[in-house]
């Protein structure tokens, strides 16, 4: 499968996955610097088996030209549409959207996600310190008190944590919090203001930010959107 994969690849056929076929595609070689995504869950265990590759579990669909990947299982319609609109224009996408009742593309797998954060190393000490933030969600950050239960210095320690998690000690907690917001957002009736100093923010104008970075909508659009209860407080 993988010898053929390549040789299509080497003809100039443009190779696609969704989901788990991300695994498929990363055994011919061809992800080695290159970004991609899978589903969201994955993403620890695709880390490890494929280290060259840039992994992007924020993103439905990554198009790079001669390599396209997708998220989970229902991204497939997100990757029809995009590849569609490469190759047949895009009126006839926005047509085949409508037909189907469908959103066109432009979703993102960071409206879905939790914060899956990469385990799979093997830096003990470095696990320790992901440890605490866990225990603490997110709320003690200072690089000193998260160096000093790693046992490191401080520059060490950044290095160290980079390279085993993917992450910057800021993204890394920024993430945590903000998927705990996420679950408050959902399941209660907290005004988001609240929320924000419940996961660690003094400032909701900075937790707004950093949420809708992260996520892609504002903490007000994603509880709309996702909330049990939608008469919830904003």
């Not at 595609?25 to 080695?32: P, Q, S, V, W, Y």
């Not at 895009?90 to 879905?112: K, N, T, W």
Request: hydrophobic share 40%; charged share 25%.
């Amino acid at each position: 499968m993988t010898r053929w994969l390549r040789e299509r690849h080497a003809d100039g056929a443009v190779l696609a996955s969704i989901c788990s076929g991300a695994f498929v595609l990363g055994a011919t070689g061809l992800f080695d610097d290159r970004t991609v995504t899978t589903h969201w869950t994955y993403e620890d265990r695709f880390r490890s088996q494929f280290p060259q590759a840039r992994i992007d579990t924020d993103r439905i669909v990554i198009d790079d030209g001669d390599l396209m990947t997708a998220g989970g299982v229902m991204a497939w319609t997100d990757l029809c549409l995009t590849l569609i609109q490469r190759f047949v224009g895009q009126a006839v996408m926005m047509e085949v959207a409508s037909g189907f009742l469908i959103d066109p593309p432009g979703r993102e797998q960071s409206y879905y996600s939790g914060f899956r954060p990469h385990i799979g190393h093997k830096d003990d000490a470095i696990s320790k310190a992901q440890d605490f933030l866990h225990e603490t969600e997110g709320k003690i950050v200072e690089v000193a008190t998260l160096a000093a239960r790693a046992g490191l210095e401080d520059r060490t320690f950044l290095r160290r944590f980079h390279k085993a998690t993917g992450h910057t000690t800021t993204e890394y907690w920024q993430r945590l919090r903000v998927a705990n917001a996420k679950t408050k957002l959902r399941d209660t009736g907290l005004a988001v203001d609240q929320v924000a100093w419940e996961v660690g923010y003094t400032d909701p104008s900075a937790f707004r930010k950093v949420f809708h970075r992260i996520v892609g909508l504002s903490p007000s659009d994603y509880r709309r959107r996702f909330s049990a209860g939608k008469d919830a407080s904003d």
